[in-house]
């Protein structure tokens, strides 16, 4: 695979030859672009007689003579790896300006993007620096998060390069995924549903929807074309995908049964209501002496609505349950009609809801079950999407 690695302008930039070379190890070509700040701090030679190819900084360098550098570059990688990436280069690229050879070559390019801050962790909370972060994530952008410890300039907090072995397998598990869903149409339900009780209380629940968003993000990674439906979320809808935003259970039942379609997945991830109030009451419930009943009524299941409109697709449904019994999430997988059903202990304080961990068990049809191990919701989402490729 062909990679291009940009380096910017940061104390870490050292620890990229180590990178270069283990990537090289691993049977990846890599070609490296300098931002002129990075070049105060590694030599262009270093990384010329590291990798055994040209080492790019001036944005009009020609190294082949009659050839668009920043084009062909970016025609011919694979994966655009920057490590580290201060905040000057990730502002510019979320806001689409290339005024360097970095950023055109990333802005060029239509390969996945993987990036690595390191920076002052000051600098890594400001504001705009986390609106881009937020910006590139929507965009399908790969970010692996700054450790926290002791920085080059004294202060203590997030932003210290994350390690070399984590750059790397984020790396190799991006290109070894490219393509295993090329030409699929995926679609995915994300975050909870809000049911109102009146006009200004409703029935929720925790999700926040990122496992949603990472599953949305390893599909695009392995080819697939997204459509991505989400309740009412603080992640927004990612810019790669076609997007939806929804409210209520009946919402995203007609948004998913509509979409399936044109699906040739489905992977049912939003953790919908099962129950609505009977009645919306207009206006406000004022508070009164007594109980206050509340009559629920049942909701549409989406999942095996969806199952019905297309019987054909591929649908993988999900589970929170509250241990690690696996009885109840297989007498749903066998009343919804899907292929597999992914289980989540949310009784666990690092897996489920509100947090940026899990851990899945997934039960297919067949009888047979794979786990995920703890880890990340990325690394959870990129193993389902492994694992859902080998049922296609």
């Not at 672009?33 to 070049?39: F, K, M, P, R, Y």
């Not at 209520?248 to 129950?275: F, K, L, P």
């Not at 299941?301 to 449904?317: F, N, S, T, Y």
């Not at 509100?354 to 990340?376: A, I, W, Y």
């Amino acid at each position: 695979m062909n990679i291009v690695l940009g380096v910017c302008g940061s104390v870490a930039a050292y620890r990229a030859c180590d990178l270069a070379r283990d990537l090289m190890r691993a049977g990846h070509t890599v070609r490296v672009c300098l931002t002129d700040s990075a070049a105060e701090f590694v030599s262009p030679a270093l990384f010329e007689a590291l990798t055994g190819h040209p080492c790019l900084s001036d944005v009009f360098e020609e190294p082949e003579r009659g050839r668009m550098a920043h084009i062909d570059w970016a025609r011919s990688a694979d994966l655009i790896l920057i490590v580290p990436a201060t905040a000057n280069t990730i502002n510019k690229i979320a806001n689409g300006i290339g005024d360097d050879m970095l950023t055109t070559i990333a802005l060029a390019s239509t390969a996945p993007l993987l990036a690595a801050p390191a920076m002052n962790p000051t600098m890594y909370q400001e504001d705009t620096v986390q609106a881009s972060l937020k910006a590139l994530d929507a965009k399908g952008v790969s970010l692996i998060e700054p450790s926290t410890g002791d920085v080059a300039c004294g202060e203590n907090g997030q932003g210290k390069l994350a390690s070399n072995s984590e750059i790397f397998a984020a790396a190799q598990a991006i290109l070894s995924r490219r393509g295993s869903l090329a030409g699929k149409t995926v679609l995915i339900t994300s975050g909870p549903t809000q049911e109102p009780i009146d006009d200004v209380r409703y029935i929720t629940n925790r999700s926040s929807g990122k496992m949603g968003a990472a599953l949305a993000k390893a599909a695009h990674w392995a080819g697939a074309k997204v459509v991505f439906i989400s309740g009412p979320t603080n992640t927004p809808l990612p810019t790669f995908a076609a997007g939806t935003r929804v409210r209520t259970t009946q919402e995203m039942h007609d948004s998913a049964v509509s979409a399936v379609q044109n699906a040739d997945i489905v992977i049912a991830a939003a953790a919908v209501a099962d129950y609505r109030p009977a009645q919306k009451v207009d206006g406000k419930i004022r508070r009164t002496e007594g109980n206050l009943n509340l009559e629920l009524a049942p909701n549409p299941d989406v999942i095996k609505a969806v199952v019905a409109a297309k019987p054909e697709v591929l649908a993988i449904a999900f589970a929170a349950e509250p241990d690690d019994s696996f009885e109840t999430a297989i007498a749903k997988m066998k009343k919804k009609g899907v292929r597999g059903i992914a289980v989540n202990d949310v009784s666990r304080p690092d897996a489920g809801f509100e947090v940026d961990t899990n851990e899945l068990t997934l039960l297919l049809d067949n009888g047979s079950h794979v786990k995920s191990g703890h880890q990340s919701k990325l690394g959870c989402a990129v193993w389902l999407i492994d694992e859902i490729a080998k049922l296609v």
